[in-house]
């Protein structure tokens, strides 16, 4: 499974952008539990869980620090996900990465280690 990130960039504190991460090759997205997710890094601090999404769309996931700014989403026919991001802060910065995996449970998807597909990075950058 190869993942695509794109849409990051330079914004104003305040703003918007929208990430998007393509998938292709292989994936279990048949499966009911292949999720896929975003996680981020800021210089200096370890890999942070974002948002997740079920493939089947019933379900996502989102940490408590972006819930009410952060929209994850998919098209199924796009085999894409995407991470809407309002309100944005100077705190959001950070390259943001998108993964997957077939098979994840609940209690595992915030955990970096269980995705086993990771997309290359995109930065974004919020001034202030």
């Known amino acids: 499974v190869q993942l695509q990130a794109s849409g990051g960039g330079l914004v104003q504190a305040g703003g918007s952008l929208r990430l998007s991460c393509a998938a292709s090759?292989?994936?279990?997205?048949?499966?009911?539990?292949?999720?896929m997710g975003w996680f981020r890094q800021a210089p200096g601090k370890e890999r942070e869980f974002v948002a997740a999404?079920?493939?089947?769309?019933?379900?996502?996931y989102s940490a408590d620090s972006v819930k009410g700014r952060f929209t994850i989403s998919r098209d199924n026919a796009k085999n894409t996900a995407y991470l809407q991001m309002n309100s944005l802060k100077p705190e959001d910065t950070a390259v943001y990465y998108c993964?997957?995996?077939?098979?994840?449970?609940?209690?595992?998807?915030?955990?970096?280690?269980?995705?086993?597909?990771w997309g290359q990075g995109t930065l974004v950058t919020v001034s202030s």
């Open positions: 993964a997957a995996d077939d098979d994840i449970i609940l209690s595992a998807l915030r955990r970096s280690s269980s995705y086993a597909y």
């Open positions: 090759g292989r994936t279990g997205r048949t499966s009911s539990r292949f999720v």
């Open positions: 999404i079920r493939w089947s769309g019933t379900y996502t």
